[in-house]
């Protein structure tokens, strides 16, 4: 379970980004009890890699990224490895998809309340 630390950081992001409703909607509700009631740690910087992602992808939405050899849109790479990280949710690989969406989240939400 979360500490209660980590239950007021989220409640405060969520509400940077609108509210925590919005954030329920927007995820399917496996995805969210998995985000809520996760034991394993978080560890490492691929979410913070991600949050950097999410918010080139909303400062330059024209860009492009080689991706197997394929120019694509960086919103689009973005949102790819969103849908992979959102499935990945419910598997026991050992990668921290939740990492990853959290870190996606806070890159839009500091873009949001930045501009």
């Known amino acids: 379970p979360l500490s209660k630390d980590e239950r007021k950081y ?67 790479a973005v949102a790819i490895f969103f849908a992979t990280d959102l499935s990945g949710l419910f598997d026991e690989s050992g990668t921290d998809h939740a990492g990853h969406i959290g870190g996606l989240l806070c890159g839009i939400a500091y873009v949001t309340a930045a501009w």
């Open 10 to 76: 989220l409640e405060r992001l969520a509400n940077e980004a609108g509210s925590m409703r919005q954030l329920e909607l927007a995820l399917p509700p496996e995805a969210l009890a998995r985000l809520r009631y996760s034991d394993k740690p978080s560890l490492g910087a691929s979410g913070s890699v991600m949050a950097i992602a999410a918010v080139a992808a909303c400062l330059f939405p024209m860009d492009q990224i080689l991706f197997r050899n394929i120019r694509v849109p960086l919103p689009l």
